[in-house]
């Protein structure tokens, strides 16, 4: 069956270095979305991607973030100088019929 | 206000046990989504409503679109299925805005 990869599992990084996120979103899905989810807290949502351009990004989703789809098949989600607060689970997520597909997420620890 | 209000927040029961779990938006949707959340993080899609009730073995959901009211139903529930249940509405964009979920824990 197919699915939603994320690598990788877990990243640990030290406050102000550049961290890139990566997924692998189920091949004929053409809407792709990144969310993320602090510890305890609801999942929220990021911003979602369709037909190589961003279609929708939430306050979270500042200067300081960034996504592509460079190859065709990955999908990254870039943050440029992580903060403690960026700590989270975060979710890649891409769509069939209204349907949406979840990775396992990336656990990212800023220190 | 949360735009998506579900309860109880937390919920224990004993195994067999028929279970509800509520929903409440105040956003105009497209469709409603109930999703699991295993202990590990990992999210699972259980059904997409858009109207009316939907079954899946066990699980029972339903949605008043009048009422902006979704409830999620575990009949005969087991200690697998403890978990978090969230709702999750979606409007044109096919963004999905999260419930707080709903933390389950069935004992044995």
């Known amino acids: 069956e197919p699915e939603v990869t994320q690598t990788p599992s877990h990243q640990v990084t030290q406050m102000g270095q550049e961290v890139i996120l990566r997924c692998v979103p189920i091949?004929?899905?053409?809407?792709f979305y990144w969310y993320r989810q602090i510890l305890g807290q609801k999942v929220e949502f990021l911003v979602s991607?369709?037909?190589?351009?961003?279609?929708?990004k939430s306050e979270i989703f500042d200067d300081q973030f960034s996504v592509e789809r460079p190859d065709g098949s990955n999908f990254t989600l870039k943050i440029r100088s992580t903060k403690l607060e960026d700590s989270a689970m975060y979710f890649c997520a891409s769509i069939s019929y209204n349907e949406q597909f979840f990775g396992p997420g990336t656990r990212l620890t800023v220190l | 206000k949360n735009e998506v209000e579900q309860s109880p927040q937390n919920l224990t029961a004993q195994e067999g046990e028929f279970i509800t779990i509520n929903c409440s938006y105040s956003v105009g949707i497209s469709a409603l989504h109930w999703l699991q959340q295993h202990p590990g993080g990992g999210i699972v899609s259980l059904f997409m409503l858009s109207s009316g009730k939907k079954k899946h073995g066990r699980l029972i959901a339903t949605i008043n679109i009048q009422e902006k009211h979704s409830s999620l139903h575990i009949t005969a529930s087991h200690p697998r299925d403890s978990a978090v249940y969230i709702c999750a509405p979606t409007s044109g964009t096919y963004k999905y805005i999260f419930g707080t979920g709903t933390r389950l824990k069935v004992l044995a």
């Open positions: 091949s004929n899905h053409l809407y």
């Open positions: 991607f369709y037909n190589n351009e961003i279609s929708e």
